[in-house]
Every structure is written in C-alpha cells, then in structure tokens.
C-alpha cells in the first residue's frame, strides 16, 4: 500500500524560491520521488488559495503547473476539519488567531479527518515542531481519531536508488 502525503503549502513555494537553495534542491528531489508513483499526494482547498495570493503571474503559473503535473488529490475544509481546528485553537497550540494561523492548523486538521498520516512541510514555526505534533495528536487522541501525524519536511520521503 502507497504512503499517504498530505504536502503543505510551504512545500510547493519552495520550487520558484531562490533564497533557500538547499530546500529548493530537496523539494525538487522530493517531487522527483512523487513521480515514480510510490506515493498517493494530497493538497486541500487551502494549499490552492495561498498559492492562489501569489502576485507574481509567473510564479502563479509555475506553481499551478506542477499541481497540474504531480495530480495531487485535493482535500476540503470542511465543517469536521473546521471543528477540530475549533479544538487545536482551545488548546492553545498555536497562540494565535491570525487567518495564517488557523490555516496552519487547518492543514493538520484536512489530513487528520482524511486519515493521511505524513504531512510535509518547511513550516518550522507552526508545523514541523515536535512540540507541536505532540499536542496536535493530543488534540486528535482526545477527539477520537486514531491517527497520529506525522510531520517532517520533503528530505524524509526523497526515495534513494537502493529504496526503488
């Protein structure tokens, strides 16, 4: 069976980025272990609308391009996703209410009520933080999923020659 992606916003910027050559190289590497078909990919509604504020048209058509590409699912955030950012916000493990913010946590909550367990991401901030995770699984333990997420950045799932 296929792992299972959820890839995040800050994942899909990284390939018109030219201040972060390393993170450009790993995305570009990683999406090159996409293309062999060992993984199943998810995007949601919100990846399309904070790629759609880009106001470069280059950009915009770039990154577009490479969803259209790669063929990613997309995923809704819906009322069952919406409610359990309700409950990341209670629990306090962002501490904020900023829109970025609760887009954030709502890119946890989409994979978690889907079932995707791995989330990518450069969102060192927010996402990729071990203390973040393990409140974001409290939350989804408590609300009774029974997935644990997991969140890493692209170098995680970069498939080497040997793993084909």
């Known amino acids: 069976m296929k792992k299972k992606l959820y890839i995040e916003t800050s ?20 999406f090159a272990s996409v293309k062999t078909g060992f993984y199943d990919i998810f ?5 399309l609308e904070e790629i759609s504020q880009t106001t470069d048209t280059s950009i915009l058509n770039e990154l577009r391009g490479q969803i259209k590409t790669l063929q990613p699912t997309v995923l809704y955030f819906e009322d069952e996703a919406r409610a359990l950012v309700e ?30 367990r791995h989330i990518i991401s450069f969102n060192f901030d927010h996402l990729v933080n071990e203390v973040k995770i393990d409140k ?16 890493k950045t692209p170098e995680s799932y970069i498939i080497k020659e040997d793993e084909e």
């Open 11 to 30: 994942v899909w910027n990284q390939l018109t980025h030219v201040d972060r050559p390393d993170w450009k190289k790993a995305t570009q590497d990683f």
């Open 43 to 47: 995007i949601s509604d919100l990846v």
């Open 136 to 151: 974001f699984n409290a939350v989804n333990l408590n609300a009774g999923y029974d997935i644990i997420v997991d969140i």
């Open 87 to 116: 409950q990341y916000k209670s629990a306090a493990i962002i501490k904020s209410s900023k829109p970025k913010i609760i887009v954030d946590m709502g890119h946890v909550a989409i994979a978690t009520v889907n079932g995707i």
